[in-house]
């Protein structure tokens, strides 16, 4: 079976810890997207392993994981990874597999992605990692690929100085690199996971454009950007947290950003350590934007949502969720496409009571409080998508799931 899972916001929502606990029962996990612009934390017992590039599945012992076509592979950020997880004692010698059609991003595309985007108008704020500027080069028909390295007209065609920057790498990537396609084929009815990065409001086609990733961080992705056809895709799940951040500029309809907002963004920033794993930057906090979560619901075609850091809110009396924005006087119930309205639209926050007992502590649904049940219930009426599973600390034996995820639906 072939499972996906995204994330439903803009990045950051636990998809690596969710990629990790669903491992378990994986026998590959694939990364279709994005690059070294994604932060992937995950704690397992008393280590924390940060990862970029490399699938989550890679923690769990004897899977493979697989660096698909969709991505854009920094070698050297990989290869640097890959040594950390060795001195932490991951053994990946043999699991780790390359699309010998994913982009690489050579040395000069950081530069060029900060300088763009200092001299834009409007910033993005990237993650400086060069990932526009790959995906543009792709595009633009531009781009080395994996595959390429072994092609004496494209390498002849490189800079002297890429070509010496990338000697070192060719041959490890040379054992790694497969024809995915045919791969792919050849382990099909095997359980495969398929991990996104960014989320939904960070791709390029459905996301906040131009305040966007450059690469296709919705569920569709993972059939391109793992060469696979949509119909191999089984089941979509997408994560969301309990409340709403963003790293980076653009819209954010329900930003904490005036008044008392402002301490409770800061309480759950600090609560849910919401500092970028890439950038360090601190995030963004804003109200749970149930607007976009239906969204996002309708552009990954979701079968289930996984709520992560619902237990930031144990204790707190009250809290809000987004139902609608108003617009010019107007209220809607649609994400709209244009920025400059998006940029307008206020918040229509419907206030929650708080609840007695702790999320943090549940292990099933039925020892989720009360209180926390009937907000979940409310979420679920809304956006039509039921929630599968919960996470609610970062540890792996903090995450139970209500429906099997390796059951199709
Ligand atoms: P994970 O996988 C949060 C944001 C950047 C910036 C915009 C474009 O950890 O959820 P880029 O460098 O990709 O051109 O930057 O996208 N961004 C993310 N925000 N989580 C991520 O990944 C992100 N990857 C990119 O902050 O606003
Ligand atoms: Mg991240």
Redesign the pocket.
Same mark, same amino acid.
């Given at each position: 079976m072939n499972l996906v899972v995204v =994330?439903a916001q803009?990045?950051?929502?636990g998809?690596?810890k969710m990629v990790d606990y669903f491992s378990e029962n994986a026998e590959f996990v694939v990364r279709f997207s994005?690059?070294a +612009? @994604?932060?992937?934390t995950i704690k397992v017992d008393d280590k924390t392993f940060a990862l970029h590039l490399i699938p989550a599945g890679i923690i769990s012992p004897g899977k493979t994981v697989i660096l698909g076509n969709g991505m854009v592979i920094d070698p050297a950020s990989m290869f640097e990874e890959l040594a950390g997880l060795s001195a932490q004692g991951i053994e990946w010698e043999g699991r780790v597999v390359v699309s010998d059609r994913a982009h690489l991003v050579l040395p000069g595309y950081k530069s060029e992605?900060r300088s763009i985007?200092e001299h834009r108008a409007r910033p $993005?704020? #990237? #993650?400086? !990692?060069g $990932?526009?500027v790959a995906y543009g080069k792709k595009a633009f028909r531009d781009g080395i690929r994996v595959a390429d390295l072994w092609d004496p007209v494209i390498w002849n065609a490189l800079s002297p100085s890429d070509r010496e920057w990338l000697e070192p790498y060719k041959d490890r990537l040379g054992i790694m690199k497969v024809n995915l396609a045919a791969y792919m084929m050849a382990n099909q009815g095997k359980h495969m996971l398929f991990e996104? @990065?960014?989320?939904a409001l960070?791709d390029v086609d459905h996301g906040t454009y131009p305040? %966007? /990733? /450059? =690469?296709i /961080?919705t569920a569709s992705g993972a059939a391109v950007g793992a060469a696979l056809g949509p119909r191999k895709i089984h089941k979509c799940l997408g994560v969301f947290k309990a409340y709403q951040?963003?790293?980076? +500029? =653009?819209p954010f309809p329900t930003e904490m950003s005036r008044g008392d907002d402002v301490n409770l963004a800061d309480t759950l920033r600090e609560l849910g350590h919401e500092y970028? %794993? #890439? #950038?360090g930057?601190p !995030?963004r906090i804003g109200y749970l934007d149930l607007v976009a979560l239906k969204y996002a619901g309708w552009v990954n075609s979701l079968d289930g949502f996984i709520l992560s850091h619902m237990n930031l809110y144990d204790g707190f009396e009250s809290l809000g969720v987004c139902t609608e924005y108003e617009i010019d006087g107007e209220r809607i119930d649609h994400f709209p496409s244009n920025i400059a309205e998006l940029e307008r639209v206020k918040p229509v926050i419907q206030t929650f009571a708080g609840w007695e007992g702790k999320v943090a502590d549940a292990r099933s649904w039925d020892e989720i409080p009360v209180g926390a049940q009937k907000f979940v219930e409310f979420i679920e009426k809304f956006t039509g998508v039921p929630v599968h599973g919960y996470s609610v600390g970062p540890l792996r034996d903090e995450t139970f799931m209500k429906e099997d995820p390796w059951t199709q639906s």
């Open positions: =994330g803009w990045g950051d929502e998809k690596g994005g690059g +612009n @994604a932060g992937h992605d985007d $993005i704020g #990237t #993650t400086g !990692r $990932i526009g996104g @990065a960014q989320g960070l305040y %966007v /990733s /450059s =690469g /961080s951040t963003r790293v980076g +500029n =653009g970028g %794993v #890439t #950038t930057r !995030r």
